[in-house]
């Protein structure tokens, strides 16, 4: 006597054909950013919590050094406030970045940043 599987190839494709475009759906595409400095590039990723979980990273065009960054863990929101720095708090929450506008207040949010942290010349 043949023992059985107890799911069937095509019930297996069914299932896969449910789940892969909530997966597509679920995608973290890199998005660009306005940013004033051609020679940088403003990116941004959501990473879940209905989009209160993101990350936005200022970098080099050429060679893609990190420069500068926040990050939003659907709580606190984190920065990296300079190249070769370690990631801090920033702010105990993210209030203010979920609203109508938020890339615009990420950006500006970041060249505060990026302006607190520029070296003296």
């Given at each position: 006597m043949k023992q059985r599987s107890a799911v069937s190839w095509p019930g297996l494709v069914?299932?896969?054909?449910?789940v892969l475009p909530g997966r597509v759906v679920a995608d973290h595409?890199?998005?660009?950013l306005d940013w004033e400095d051609k020679s940088q590039v403003l990116e941004y990723r959501s990473c879940g919590c209905a989009d209160s979980c993101w990350v936005a990273e200022l970098r080099a065009k050429k060679g893609r050094k990190l420069l500068a960054g926040l990050r939003c863990d659907c709580t606190r929101l984190w920065v990296i406030p300079s190249p070769g720095a370690k990631e801090v708090e920033h702010r105990p929450t993210c209030e203010g970045f979920d609203e109508v506008g938020k890339f615009e207040r990420i950006t500006e949010e970041l060249r505060k940043v990026v302006k607190a942290h520029k070296p003296a010349k």
């Open positions: 069914g299932f896969a054909l449910l595409s890199l998005y660009t």
